[in-house]
């Protein structure tokens, strides 16, 4: 555990970097405009996809879940900036006034606090912010609840699309990202970069996969908490399976895939805390990027203590 939150501590560290902080804003950026300009240019053809794919799900769970959709995604957003604020005001105190070990422990206290706090507040507010959010969607520019929630059903492909994109990006610029951050923390040691292509076939079947597995699963995010559960399990499958594999292939010349299981600790919450970028819009360009960053470090560490 104490590999696994130095190797997240050293990934945020880098990810505020100069050099790095430009290569991540400059390729998120461009994804998101990229994705934000077709997603105008075919807007009515998203809400057209959005209708069609929720005709597939029962009017009654449609019209009575969709509001507490986004009335969760509300609460996790409150959670995850509490968290944030906690940590941007007291965090340099905690991490003084503690060991590394109880650090991650302090981490998941607070985390759980910050959710029972805003889950205090939506149980007896919750009515409220559900029948807020049903005028919202009569308010937009669409006449019923369904046509509102089929432009958030678009919307929410689009995501995915800067998602995926943003993860074959990463992958494509590892070796500059990663060259920066090895000379500061592994300077003896070669970013290696001969396993490129198998990286992208990687990337490109985990999207084929992950595609299937969140058709399958779609229904699920109209129902409250679960849809964040879902959701959450399905890019962190994503991630887990494709940076790992990209930062193992970075690390060694011939990698072995014993070392997946043998690690999948460490994995797993890498890519959860690479998640949580994913659901704060802005911030999920860097989501990829930390992952990368994260996964690398980590594989080096453990390389080099196996010395």
């Known amino acids: 555990m104490k590999r696994t939150l130095h190797a997240i501590t050293a990934a945020f560290g880098e990810l505020l ?7 991540s804003l400059i390729s998120g950026v461009i994804v998101t405009a990229f994705w934000l300009l077709v997603g105008g240019m075919f807007q009515e053809t998203l809400i057209a996809l959005g209708s069609t794919i929720l005709e597939y799900i029962p009017f009654s769970m449609v019209r009575s879940n969709g509001a507490w959709m986004l009335s969760a995604f509300l609460w996790f957003q409150f959670v995850l900036l509490t968290f944030a604020l906690i940590y941007a005001f007291f965090g340099n105190f905690i ?3 503690t060991s590394k070990e ?3 422990s302090y981490s998941i206290i607070i985390l759980i606090g910050s959710a029972l706090l805003w889950g205090v507040v ?3 507010k919750g009515g409220m912010i559900y029948q807020e959010f049903l005028k919202l969607l009569t308010w937009l520019p669409f006449e019923t609840v369904e046509k509102g929630l089929a432009a958030l059903v678009g919307l929410y492909v689009i995501y995915n699309a800067m998602i995926i994109t943003l993860l074959f990006v990463t992958s494509m610029m590892s070796q500059p990202l990663l060259s920066s951050m090895a ?3 592994f300077p003896e040691e070669q970013v290696v970069r001969t396993h490129w292509l198998s990286s992208i076939g ?3 079947k985990d999207t084929m996969i992950y595609l299937g597995l969140s ?3 779609f229904p699920l995010l109209f129902v409250p908490v679960i849809n964040l559960l879902v959701q959450t399990a399905l890019w962190s499958w994503l991630v887990k399976d494709t940076l790992s594999h990209d930062a193992l292939a970075l690390t060694y010349d011939k990698p072995d895939t014993a070392l997946f299981k043998e690690h999948r600790t460490a994995i797993y919450t890498i890519s959860l805390v690479s998640v949580l970028f994913y659901f704060v819009p802005l911030l999920h360009i860097f989501g ?11 594989f080096q560490s453990w390389k080099q203590e196996a010395k």
């Open 215 to 217: 058709v399958i699963a």
């Open 183 to 185: 000379r500061r923390h």
């Open 95 to 97: 991490l003084r006034t």
């Open 202 to 204: 990687v990337t490109l």
């Open 102 to 104: 109880r650090y991650s």
């Open 122 to 124: 939506w149980f007896f």
């Open 288 to 298: 990829s990027f930390f992952g990368e960053l994260a996964m690398y470090h980590y």
């Open 17 to 23: 970097r100069w050099d790095i902080l430009k290569i």
